[in-house]
């Protein structure tokens, strides 16, 4: 049940994105990586609406010590030879601990050669650097040096596990959280741990726009949506794996909602019953989140060949109407 305030009142003591990056001073890519971040929270706009920032979150930001430089330079960001250079490491070597994932990349961008240049935050890296000085001299760990002679790259990896983790957050309810899971997974997976078609069809219409893009070619949105998808064996199976615990909590919460609600007698006997001494029919009781050693297994693929098509994760902007006076 949703128990925010009526819209009218609710929205009055919130902003719009544009309007709040405006007073906070940061570019778009700059308010875009702060809320992706929380460095910026925010809260569910209208139906069908876009998120938007509570004034009180504002005022919050607007009155720390250090705005704005200390907001600016906690979303800063820089690509791997700057990094190095912070770190006062080999460009070479900061390449191999991010491939280990040591440390995740925030953002990035896709050049003029359709090379993907990750984008790091400074915060992060200096806090890797502080807490992990043996790793910026000598001789990597003989397990992490086995893994990058074996191709190892978490780059793409940490990027999406960062992007899941907000949209999870963002999510209203279990079938939103098992729709997100499901977006980084392509089509023959899910059909493979969703053989039910009403329930992928519904997982596929509250799938969250995993990353929003701008007018691009037809090769560039092919490598954003690449991009998108788990990749390696390991990264499926783990991402297959919560999606089958956020089925069972959506499922169950469904179920719960279906069931009549228990009156001080038992619904299916009326109150002479219960004076002739039957037993009241017990009532399912509801547990917590099944633990991720208890998911059911993994179900077996479907008797009905599944086509192998990737659902769409990127959506390009559309033109927006004219301006409406920011409240």
């Not at 700059?30 to 706009?45: D, I, K, M, S």
């Not at 979150?57 to 906690?74: S, T």
């Not at 499926?236 to 089925?247: I, P, Q, Y």
């Amino acid at each position: 049940m949703d128990r925010r305030a009526p819209a009218p009142f609710r929205h009055a003591a919130d902003v719009a994105m544009r309007t709040a990056a405006k007073e906070l001073g940061l570019r778009p890519k700059e308010f875009e990586l702060a809320v992706q971040t929380e460095h910026v929270r925010t809260v569910p706009g209208p139906p069908g609406g876009a998120r938007r920032v509570p004034r009180q979150e504002l005022e919050r930001i607007k009155g720390a010590p250090d705005f704005p430089g200390g907001l600016r330079e906690r979303l800063r960001v820089m690509g791997a030879s700057e990094a190095s250079e912070l770190l006062d490491i080999s460009p070479a070597r900061f390449a191999r601990l991010a491939r280990a994932g040591c440390f995740g990349p925030a953002s990035f961008y896709v050049n003029r050669y359709r090379t993907v240049v990750w984008l790091y935050l400074v915060e992060e890296l200096r806090d890797f650097a502080e807490n992990n000085p043996t790793l910026l001299t000598g001789r990597l760990p003989a397990g992490m040096r086995a893994k990058l002679q074996a191709g190892t790259d978490h780059r793409a990896r940490c990027w999406r596990q960062r992007r899941l983790n907000q949209l999870v957050r963002h999510a209203a309810g279990p079938w939103e959280q098992a729709a997100v899971r499901a977006s980084v997974l392509d089509d023959a997976t899910i059909a493979e741990a969703v053989p039910d078609p009403g329930e992928r069809a519904r997982l596929e219409t509250l799938r969250p726009c995993f990353l929003e893009v701008r007018s691009v070619s037809k090769a560039t949105r092919d490598t954003l949506a690449e991009l998108c998808l788990a990749e390696g064996e390991e990264e499926v199976r783990w991402h297959r794996f919560l999606l089958d615990a956020e089925l069972e909590t959506a499922r169950a919460a469904e179920a719960v909602a279906a069931a009549p609600a228990l009156r001080p007698w038992a619904t299916s006997r009326s109150a002479p019953d219960l004076e002739e001494g039957h037993p009241l029919q017990p009532v399912p009781e509801v547990g917590a989140r099944p633990d991720p050693g208890t998911a059911r297994p993994v179900a077996g693929p479907p008797s009905v060949a599944v086509p192998r098509r990737r659902w769409s994760l990127l959506r390009r902007r559309r033109p927006k109407p004219a301006a409406r006076p920011a409240r």
